[in-house]
Structures are given as structure tokens and as C-alpha cells.
């Protein structure tokens, strides 16, 4: 990036208050996207979009760095749409990206193999890719609190105890993750392990967080107390983690796993779970889920969208860990499910063994630019614009560089190859654009009103579209 961002190119409009000018169109009573029409019989659930003209929302339009500075490499970014009531303490603007034990090692962790963990991370280049939260999930603990009634490191699997932990992960320049829960048991230890919940130690349990040197807390919702088994209760417990967090004046990110959104959520959590949880399924309809708490990819992906004008900066909805390389699906289906969480702006919390990865799942993990569409500064949640039957189309409005840009995912869930189009009306883009294949990273030149492209079974391609026309 050069200058020229300085100068407002693009319509992201840095002065003056930039009032939407460029086909903004409100469907289902939201402020929707920028000219994004649902057509084949989606709802377009997005949120603001500003398309080629500015803030969708009146009002000043934040451009955060670079805005109007003339020689800033910072691009202009408009976050103006961003109305939600949030946290606003500065944490997690861009989606939180790192590494979490339970998709693949479920309840057996242990002190060594989390070392090796933070080794990989680094030696991988998982952690130059963006991947710096090493996130501890649950059974960490012993099986009683102390005499002081803290809660205490599982002696046997973690014999140097959390801190240690602490200070080797962060010495690779890397921060630690913890699991607790709201109830009084966590959801593994339930009906084993009482007093491994929270409920009534929140402040006890965030200060012994935080003297770990604790960064990122996972915080989940089974074994409730009696009579908290509500909406009130439920809110009142995670609202008073998150005050207890708060008040240990170390920056923790508050991760909210109740498996669904509520309206208070992103007041109170950097990010909170939208489904139960994941499985290495593509779709139950496969006959890969188990149990009622699993949920396959695509099943996510549609519940996660329900929710997207709700997501933003310092706020986003959590589709649940990543499952790529995990075995259980092809690399196009895992090309899918990674794409898909960018899109969405989903965290990136990798949930495979990193140790002993493939070439083909690091390369899906660290697609540089795959990650920049999920960590575009504007934190636009992007949302699927049509649907016809198996073939849709996805898009995410991005940061203005240079002009007008569309992350698109034109995203097959069917089990044939099909050709995929999207008419760049249909995205708030003018008759021409340039298109670039973010997997195959390779620029394809100039389109005039549309682009398609043959789509893999189970698969999907992401292009950049950018707007030629001012
Ligand atoms: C719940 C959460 C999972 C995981 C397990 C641990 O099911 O949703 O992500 O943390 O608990 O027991």
C-alpha cells in the first residue's frame, strides 16, 4: 500500500461524514448490504455494507489509520456501520486467531504435549500466520479445589504447574487460553468433579487466571446451579466473569460458550459459540453425528449466518473451533469449512494436532490470503447473497484499499461439480472488476457484469473482486 489510500479512493469517505451513496438497500427492516439483493430465495442477512460510496449508517465514518494521512501503509477502513453494543475495551478487533486441545485431543491434555503444541505453532509458521492463542480446553484441573478453595492444575498431567505453561507459551511469543465453566462442574467433569465450575468463584477463579498470566478465557455452560438454569441466571453469571476479568486489569479475552447468541452477548464476551459443537462432519445427513450436542459443518455455517449483523469488531459470533485436518474430510470439504470462517469472520481457532500436520492441511490453515479476508479490519461479518439449491453464493464486503472490495466464496455444498455465477449487481459492484483466486493465487483479469467458475463437489472457490469503476 502506498499513499494513495491517504487520498479516499474507493468511497471510503474519511470526511464529511460519508452518507451511503452507492445502492444501499435495506431488506428484511436491517440495513443491508451495499446493492446486495437475495435472489433465488435467501434473505440477505447481512449487515451494513458501505458499496462504493461509504457508511451505509450516517454519521463520521471511522477510518481507522491512515484516514486522510497521505502516505499511511494503514489502509482506510470505515468500522462507522459498527453500532452494536459491545465491550469496547479495544480486544480483539480483528477475529481472535489461534490453536485449541478439545477437537482433537478432547480431555486428554497434558503439560508436554502443550509445549510441543506452542513448538509446532511456531516452527510451522501457524504462529506468523496469525495463530497466537494456545487455548487449553477442558480437564486441566485437579479433581478438588485447594484448602483456600482455589482451583488447582491436574498435578499428574501438569507437573510444572499453569504458570510454567504460561511463561514457556509466552516466551515463543505466543499467549495461553483456559477453559472454565458458569455451573459448578465443567462439561467433561460433570457429576465427577465438584467445585471445577466457577458459580460463586468467579472473582476467586478470574484473579487465579490472571496470576497464571492467563490471556484468553473459554468460558462454558453446563452443570448449572439449581434454580440458574434461565436466561436471567445465565446472563448474570457471564456478566460477572466478565466483571471479575475486568477487574484483574490483564487483558483477557471472554469467550462465551452457551452454544446459541443472545442479545447481551457481545456486551459481554469478545466472542460467544453460535451452535452446539462441531464434528468432523461435512452434514448429519452423512451419518457422522453421534450424539445430540454435534453438529456437522454446513449445519453450522447456516446457524452461524443467522446471527452475522450481531458480529464486528471486538465482538464476533463463534462458529466453534476448526476441524481441517482432522481426517475425516477431503481437503476440498476442509478448503469449504476454512473459507466459509473467513468469510463469516469467524475466529480461527485450529483444533487439529499441529505437530503432525500434512503439507495440504498447513497450507489450507495458512492461506495468507484466505486469513487477510478473515482478518479485514473492517469486521464486516459477510453473508450468503444467493442460494440455488446446493450452489451458493457468499460475500464479505472488505476494507477499501484501492477501491471497492468484495471477498466472494462462491461455495458448492452438493456432491457434483457445478458451475457457480455471480453477477456482480448482485454484490453492489458496477459492470466491471477485476477478480483474483484467493486459493489458487492468481490474478484472472478483468469482468464485465459477472464471474463464474467451476466449483468442486463439496468445495469452493474465493475470489477478491475489485470494482474498476469509481
Ligand atoms: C462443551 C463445549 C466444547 C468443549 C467441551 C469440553 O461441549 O461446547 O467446545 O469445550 O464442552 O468438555
Given at each position: 500500500m502506498g499513499g494513495a489510500e491517504g487520498g479516499n479512493t474507493?468511497?471510503?469517505?474519511?470526511?464529511?461524514?460519508?452518507?451511503a451513496t452507492g445502492g444501499v438497500v435495506a431488506t428484511g427492516g436491517g440495513p443491508a448490504a451495499g446493492g446486495v439483493i437475495a435472489t433465488g430465495g435467501a434473505p440477505a442477512t447481512g449487515g451494513v455494507v458501505a458499496a462504493g460510496g461509504?457508511?451505509?449508517?450516517?454519521?463520521?465514518?471511522q477510518a481507522t489509520g491512515?484516514?486522510?494521512?497521505?502516505?499511511?501503509?494503514t489502509p482506510l477502513c470505515d468500522t462507522s456501520w459498527d453500532t452494536v453494543p459491545s465491550k469496547q475495551d479495544g480486544l480483539a478487533m480483528t477475529p481472535p486467531m489461534g490453536w485449541n486441545s478439545w477437537n482433537?485431543?478432547?480431555?486428554?491434555?497434558?503439560?508436554?504435549?502443550?509445549?510441543?503444541?506452542?513448538?509446532?505453532?511456531?516452527?510451522?509458521?501457524?504462529?506468523?500466520?496469525?495463530?497466537?492463542?494456545?487455548?487449553?480446553?477442558?480437564?486441566?484441573?485437579?479433581a478438588t479445589r485447594d484448602d483456600q478453595g482455589n482451583l488447582v492444575h491436574d498435578s499428574t498431567r501438569f507437573p510444572n504447574g499453569i504458570r510454567a505453561l504460561a511463561d514457556y507459551v509466552h516466551e515463543r511469543g505466543l499467549k495461553l487460553g483456559i477453559y472454565g465453566d458458569r455451573?459448578?462442574?465443567?462439561?467433561?467433569?460433570?457429576g465427577k468433579n465438584a467445585g471445577s465450575g466457577s458459580y460463586g468463584n468467579e472473582e476467586r477463579d478470574a484473579a487465579t487466571f490472571a496470576s497464571w498470566g492467563i490471556d484468553y478465557l473459554k468460558y462454558d455452560n453446563c452443570a448449572i446451579a439449581p434454580g440458574r438454569d434461565n436466561d436471567v441466571a445465565m446472563r448474570e453469571d457471564y456478566e460477572r466473569m466478565a466483571s471479575a476479568l475486568q477487574a484483574t486489569g490483564r487483558d483477557i479475552l471472554f469467550s462465551i460458550c452457551a452454544w446459541?447468541?443472545?442479545d447481551w452477548m457481545p456486551a459481554t464476551g469478545h466472542l460467544w459459540r453460535t451452535t452446539l459443537d462441531i464434528k468432523d462432519c461435512w452434514h448429519e445427513s452423512d451419518g457422522c453425528i453421534a450424539g445430540t450436542w454435534e453438529t456437522g459443518i454446513v449445519q453450522i455455517i447456516d446457524e452461524n449466518n443467522l446471527s452475522a449483523v450481531d458480529g464486528g469488531p471486538g465482538h464476533w459470533n463463534d462458529p466453534?473451533?476448526?476441524?481441517?485436518?482432522?481426517?475425516?474430510l477431503s481437503a476440498d470439504e476442509y478448503r469449504g469449512h476454512f473459507s466459509l470462517w473467513a468469510i463469516m469472520a469467524a475466529p480461527l481457532i485450529a483444533g487439529n494436532d499441529v505437530r503432525s500436520m500434512s503439507e495440504e492441511t498447513r497450507d489450507i490453515l495458512i492461506n495468507e490470503e484466505v486469513i487477510a479476508v478473515d482478518q479485514d479490519p473492517g469486521g464486516i461479518q459477510g453473508t450468503r447473497v444467493i442460494k440455488n439449491g446446493d450452489l451458493e453464493v457468499w460475500m464479505k464486503p472488505l476494507c477499501h484499499h484501492a477501491g471497492p472490495e468484495k471477498a466472494v466464496a462462491l461455495f458448492n455444498r452438493g456432491g457434483t461439480a457445478a458451475e457457480i455465477a455471480v453477477a456482480f449487481d448482485a454484490i453492489g459492484v458496477t459492470s466491471k472488476a477485476t477478480v483474483r483466486d484467493l486459493w489458487a493465487h492468481q490474478d484472472l483479469g478483468e469482468f464485465d457484469g459477472s464471474y463464474s467458475s467451476l466449483v468442486p463437489a463439496r468445495g469452493?472457490?474465493?475470489?477478491?473482486?475489485?470494482?474498476?469503476?469509481?
Open positions: 474507493g468511497g471510503v469517505v474519511a470526511t464529511g461524514g460519508g452518507l461509504g457508511p451505509a449508517a450516517g454519521g463520521a465514518a491512515g484516514a486522510g494521512t497521505g502516505g499511511s501503509s482433537v485431543f478432547h480431555e486428554n491434555i497434558n503439560e508436554t504435549q502443550l509445549r510441543e503444541i506452542a513448538d509446532a505453532l511456531v516452527s510451522s509458521g501457524m504462529k506468523d500466520a496469525g495463530y497466537v492463542y494456545l487455548n487449553m480446553d477442558d480437564n486441566w484441573m485437579a455451573g459448578t462442574e465443567t462439561c467433561f467433569n460433570r446459541d447468541y443472545k466453534d473451533m476448526l476441524e481441517v485436518g482432522n481426517g475425516d469452493v472457490v474465493v475470489v477478491k473482486i475489485i470494482d474498476t469503476v469509481d
